[in-house]
């Protein structure tokens, strides 16, 4: 049984939906190593055909909205385990979906961060920056921050068996 098939069994069995296994064909569908070295090359790819293809403000947004979300997965993703990343087209909107494994740990820690933000994406960039003052531990969570309040994107957050799943949507 292939890893598409696998996943698609997974799914089916447990009655969850990933915007991963979409009905529209991907844009882009890149599957890389959780490993922080890949993040500057294929960003430079996916910004060049963002701006290519897509509408300038468009494609401001979901630069930040790459680059911050594809981070956060390389740098925390689980050794040895996939990072994918999917442009998929609905309509006028692109759905932008990041996907990883992660310790059970920084999952729990994600989910209560993304709760902070999607509450008041404001008062989120505020504590955020106010972090960056001290040497604070656990360090600054400023990507995921920045999606929703600079750029105004919302985030979703989609998690089973170690596998994190963050997407957003970027109207036109």
Request: net charge negative; aromatic share 6%; hydrophobic share 40%.
């Amino acid at each position: 049984m292939s890893g598409v098939q696998a996943r698609a069994t997974r799914r089916a069995e447990d009655g969850r939906v990933s915007a991963i296994d979409g009905d529209e064909p991907a844009l882009i569908s890149i599957g890389a190593p959780a490993d922080p070295a890949l993040l500057e090359p294929t960003y430079a790819y996916l910004s060049a055909y963002c701006f290519a293809c897509l509408p300038p403000p468009q494609a401001q947004r979901l630069n930040v909205a790459i680059y911050e979300l594809y981070a956060n997965a390389l740098r925390y993703g689980s050794d040895g385990g996939e990072v994918r990343l999917e442009l998929r087209r609905s309509g006028k909107s692109i759905l932008l979906v990041v996907a990883n494994y992660a310790e059970q740990a920084h999952v729990e820690r994600l989910k209560a961060h993304l709760a902070r933000v999607q509450e008041d994406p404001s008062a989120a960039f505020s504590g955020e920056m106010n972090r960056f003052d001290g040497a604070s531990q656990p360090p600054p969570m400023l990507g995921i921050v920045r999606v929703a309040h600079e750029v105004g994107l919302p985030l979703q957050l989609f998690s089973y068996q170690g596998r994190v799943e963050i997407s957003t949507r970027c109207d036109e």
